[in-house]
């Protein structure tokens, strides 16, 4: 199994699977490893045994979990073509991009210094139902660790996984309710503040999609630029 295939495997599989290492080995049926899970001291807990074939831009991943019980299990991850990181099935990748002339937040994060980010200013969310029938969606929300950069604007990818099947699935996305967030000074060059009058917005903040098996995910896009403040005086 040469290194560039590795690698590949590597960006695609959870996080907690990269520990698999050089003993793969790639035959026939795909790439078959074995994947350790380690207690907080170190010492081996289980090891998972895993096949993934690569078919029509999935990798589906399937094995026998090493832990008490020996589940089967399968991940199917499907390559997103706007950017390296791939979107687990059920799931939905949601894409907030404004101009870089708008400014960033800050360059550090939890994660140290990453360049311009401002992810943490927006928050997405998922729903089904309408008036009196609304209820969450998905298990997990996962922030993206940086921004990216597109030609002259920011980009930031949200994922929501654990979305149901045949269900009208309602994705929004809002400008976080604080003061640095709605009309406080960026860093950066161009305009970074909103005028006077003016916040920063998402436009057209909801957008509905439904996943079914044949189409296990979805991506949506929006767009956050400065729009006429039309909260009531306070």
């Not at 899970?37 to 831009?57: C, E, I, L, P, R």
């Not at 589906?60 to 020996?70: D, E, I, L, Q």
């Not at 030609?151 to 994922?159: L, P, W």
């Amino acid at each position: 199994m040469n290194a560039p295939k590795l690698l590949l495997l590597a960006g695609l599989v959870p996080l907690q699977w990269l520990a698999f290492g050089y003993a793969a080995t790639f035959g026939p049926d795909g790439i078959r490893f074995e994947v350790t899970h380690v207690n907080t001291d170190g010492s081996t807990a289980y090891k998972d045994k895993a096949v993934a074939k690569f078919s029509q831009g999935r990798l589906t991943v399937t094995g026998t979990s090493g832990a008490r019980g020996g589940r089967q299990f399968e991940r199917v991850l499907i390559k997103d073509p706007r950017g390296p990181d791939p979107i687990p099935a059920n799931a939905v990748r949601i894409y907030i991009r404004y101009r870089k002339a708008l400014g960033f937040v800050s360059t550090a994060t939890a994660f140290g210094n990453v360049g311009p980010y401002s992810c943490d200013a927006f928050t997405v969310d998922a729903h089904t139902g309408g008036l009196g029938a609304y209820q969450n969606a998905g298990n997990s929300i996962v922030n993206p660790a940086k921004m990216r950069t597109e030609g002259s604007d920011y980009v930031c990818g949200f994922t929501i996984t654990g979305l149901p099947d045949n269900k009208a699935v309602t994705v929004s996305a809002v400008v976080d309710n604080e003061p640095r967030f709605l009309t406080g000074p960026w860093l950066g060059e161009g305009q970074p503040r909103p005028p006077r009058g003016s916040v920063r917005s998402i436009l057209r903040g909801v957008q509905n999609l439904t996943l079914t098996k044949g189409n296990p995910s979805g991506i949506v896009t929006f767009e956050m630029t400065y729009a006429p403040d039309t909260s009531p005086p306070r």
